[in-house]
């Protein structure tokens, strides 16, 4: 009996329970407070636990093909020259006679900076007159030229004569000689002197005076002039006066 009792006020507070939680918030609301007063137990709701993405893998490393190797290049065969037999005969190349060969003139450092000419005048001498050369000898180099010296030994037809001009020029027996210590570049060295014909010449003679020039360092250099005697002249045979007698 007393369990029936029991069963039954369950239900009823059961009932009321329903009642209530279908009025709404003005069931809870106390008899002084409105329902805008009322403070409504909500339920907070739990955060839901969210499923984490895979971690991102690295893909495995790419291994790189083997190099290709190339293939040996193939050789080429090599012509092979016949084999020479014997040996061949030696010809020998003559030169045609009466043919002229012409030597290679190579110019030395002599030629390049000491320059030297020789004039004589008249180039149409008489035996016992004198003849007047000019000896010039000029520095064509960049630089100085030191320890100069100019010779003219004169050849058996020709006897020393005066001197006319050239600083230092003085005769050594039958050698005029100059000499001078520093030839500047461009600066040039003259001397002008007379030689005397020598009278016992026949006529004809061709006379050849020939000059050498000198300096420190192995420099060198030459030059001659030339002069003849006229030939024979014959004498007046007869004229005007010896046919008016």
Not at 77 to 100: E, F, Y
Not at 117 to 134: D, F, H, I, K
Not at 180 to 185: C, I, M, V
Request: glycine fraction near 6%; hydrophobic fraction near 40%; aromatic fraction near 2%.
């Amino acid at each position: 009996m007393k369990r029936n009792y029991r069963l039954a006020g369950y239900l009823l507070a059961a009932a009321l329970l329903v009642g209530l939680m279908a009025s709404g918030p003005q069931a809870w609301a106390t008899p002084d407070q409105t329902s805008s007063q009322q403070t409504v137990p909500t339920r907070t709701p739990k955060p839901q636990p969210t499923d984490r993405p895979p971690e991102a893998t690295s893909p495995p490393p790419t291994v790189p093909p083997p190099p290709t190797v190339p293939p040996p290049p193939t050789a080429t065969p090599q012509p092979t020259a016949p084999a020479v037999t014997g040996t061949p005969p030696l010809r020998a190349t003559a030169t045609p006679i009466g043919s002229t060969l012409t030597p290679t003139m190579t110019p030395t450092a002599s030629t390049a900076s000491l320059s030297l000419t020789v004039q004589a005048n008249p180039s149409r001498v008489w035996a016992g007159l004198p003849v007047e050369y000019t000896l010039t000898l000029v520095n064509r180099s960049a630089n100085p030229v030191h320890n100069v010296s100019l010779l003219d030994a004169l050849p058996a037809a020709l006897e020393p004569g005066g001197i006319i001009s050239g600083a230092g020029a003085i005769w050594q027996d039958r050698t005029l000689r100059v000499e001078k210590d520093e030839l500047k570049p461009g600066e040039r060295l003259e001397v002008i002197f007379q030689a005397i014909v020598a009278a016992n010449l026949p006529p004809g003679t061709t006379i050849i005076n020939q000059v050498n020039a000198a300096a420190a360092g192995g420099l060198q250099a030459q030059a001659s002039a030339a002069v003849a005697l006229p030939p024979a002249e014959l004498p007046r045979v007869g004229g005007r006066a010896d046919a008016d007698r």
